[in-house]
């Protein structure tokens, strides 16, 4: 199969901290904005922390004629805070959800009225019908808390019969994962869109550290060779942006119907990546 240079992607963001991060995402995502995505995500940090920087951060995204979508965790909320956040999304003119369960509480803190991601997007579609486009997680690896893979399974299952629109995975390296996983969510009768989520290599420590917390697998061979460059930053760089180039390609030859990209509010890599990509 021949691939095309007409992949659509999508991008995510996460909210800034501080002024100097408004200033330097605003410039980040007008750097990106020439690959068209068709929507920008941003991140809700735990327990919904930073909702604030992540409406300020879409409507911004809106503002500027992008498809602005919220990340929106449940974990903890009732569903009359729900309710007052939808209500807030669609004044906004947000068309677009990615519903999620979020990071459990520690501790004995409170769950909320959502025990799970499926049990919000039951709740957005019945409360807004159609309004929204809900994209929610899958993980070709197994959700690090799953019980098993086939209780992980039946998880994403229940979200997309609770009115999920499209899925966006977890990041990975292993592309034979994420399509074992797309034959098993097919066998099932699951007909959304799995859209493989992208994370460019830009440091060694950085990536490692984020894979073991989240349990994506990062290959051996590709783990050593990064612990082998060591405080190189260029040859960490060029390396990553090697492997991460040949995923992508993989993937788009055997038919992916998208790809989204996590950015971590820097546009060089990203634009590296696209530009070999030739999308």
Partial sequence: MTPTASLP???????????????????VRQALYALKPQFCSVTYGAGGS????????????????????????CVGATRESVRERLAQFR????????????????????????????????????ETGDHFHIEVAAYPEMHPQARSPQADLQAFEAKVKAGA???????FYNAEAYWRFVDEVQALGLDIPVVPGIMPIT?????????????AEIPRWVRLRLQSYGDDTASIKAFGLDVV??????????????LHFYTMNTSATVLELARRLAL
Avoid at 17 to 23: D, L, N
Avoid at 54 to 72: C, K, M, N, W
Avoid at 165 to 171: M, Y
Avoid at 245 to 258: F, H, I, M, N, Y
């Fill in 50 to 73: 930073t909702q604030d920087g992540t409406l300020q951060t879409v409507q911004a995204l809106l503002d500027e004629g992008q498809d602005g979508a919220s990340h929106f965790t």
């Fill in 203 to 215: 440091n060694s420590s950085g990536i490692l550290r984020f894979a073991d917390g989240c349990g």
């Fill in 245 to 258: 180039t040949d995923l992508c390609e993989r993937l788009r030859a055997q038919g992916v119907p998208s």
């Fill in 91 to 126: 004044a906004m003119g947000m068309r677009r959800i990615v519903a999620l369960r979020g990071d459990l509480p520690s501790g004995f803190g409170p769950m909320g009225e959502f025990r799970h991601a499926s049990d919000l997007v039951a709740f957005i579609r019945a």
């Fill in 9 to 27: 992607l999508s991008l995510e963001f996460f909210p800034p901290k501080t002024p100097e991060g408004v200033t330097k995402l605003a410039a």
């Fill in 165 to 171: 629109s499209s899925a966006i995975t977890q990041f």
